[in-house]
């Protein structure tokens, strides 16, 4: 199996992906499921601000002083709701009403921002793309939002359609890019079936095609990585990119340059 494809693990614990698990610096992740009525507690990151993400299902997060307040949704392709940015050392405690797919994103934090609740309504719903590369962005936590290092969105295709596409790569530092690692969470709208996600170099040095499934994470440590739903799957995923500046710059690949992102 390719080390960019990890699948998900039994039991309570989906998904772990740490900075040195990935082997870069910056982005960790992780996913959680927790039975209706259980409670998650933990002491926080000494190093990493986090971004918690009600994927699937309903409850309440705390941490810093704050709580949302009953939140969550039916499914991760129904609008994205209340979400929990935290500082370093940071407790936090997520309470399930139903069953619960909560994510955990993280990346390297000095602690110099607040607690803050995420509100639903900042999260609102983009169309970008024409014809079947048409799809839905919901920026959480982008450039122009408070934080760090961390960068989330999440990003529904429908079935038939492409996205992260045209392929664009952010792993050089120059004036027009930035380098940022990324991991994609990806979700399934029947929990079966599979996506398609290509990571690849320009030198062909980096070039795996992965067959994705539910809850599948796909690390980018470098390189373009567009995405396709085959018809009749529709497809969710869960972006997080962080790097040394906290600016999203991309550069297309050269042979789709002159198709609209």
């Not at 000095?110 to 719903?125: H, Y």
Request: aromatic share 8%; hydrophobic share 35%.
């Amino acid at each position: 199996m390719s080390p960019l494809l990890r699948h998900p693990a039994a039991g309570r614990q989906l998904q772990r992906i740490t900075a040195r698990d990935a082997g870069w610096s910056h982005v960790g992740f992780e996913v959680m499921r927790l039975a209706a009525g259980e409670t998650f507690e933990r002491d926080g990151d000494v190093h990493n601000e986090l971004c918690l993400v009600i994927v699937e299902g309903f409850g309440v997060l705390e941490g810093g002083g704050l709580a949302t307040g009953r939140t969550g949704r039916e499914t991760p392709f129904d609008p994205t709701p209340d979400c929990l940015y935290l500082p370093p050392r940071t407790l936090f405690k997520v309470t399930a009403e139903t069953t619960l797919e909560l994510a955990i994103c993280a990346a390297p934090a000095t602690g110099r921002l607040p607690a803050r609740i995420i509100a639903a309504g900042e999260n609102a719903e983009l169309v970008r793309g024409t014809g079947t590369n048409t799809r839905i962005v919901r920026n959480i936590m982008p450039e122009d939002a408070p934080g760090e290092q961390l960068l989330v969105v999440e990003v529904v295709t429908p079935g038939g359609h492409w996205s992260s596409y045209p392929p664009h790569k952010h792993d050089t530092a120059s004036e027009t890019e930035t380098y940022l690692e990324e991991s994609y969470y990806h979700r399934l709208r029947l929990g079966r079936g599979f996506a398609v996600q290509r990571v690849y170099t320009d030198d062909l040095s980096l070039d795996e095609t992965l067959a994705v499934g539910d809850r599948d994470v796909v690390l980018v440590p470098r390189g373009y990585h567009p995405v396709g739903a085959p018809h009749g799957f529709d497809l969710y995923y869960l972006n997080v990119m962080a790097g040394p500046v906290r600016a999203w710059k991309f550069t297309m690949a050269p042979e789709h340059a002159h198709l609209p992102y």
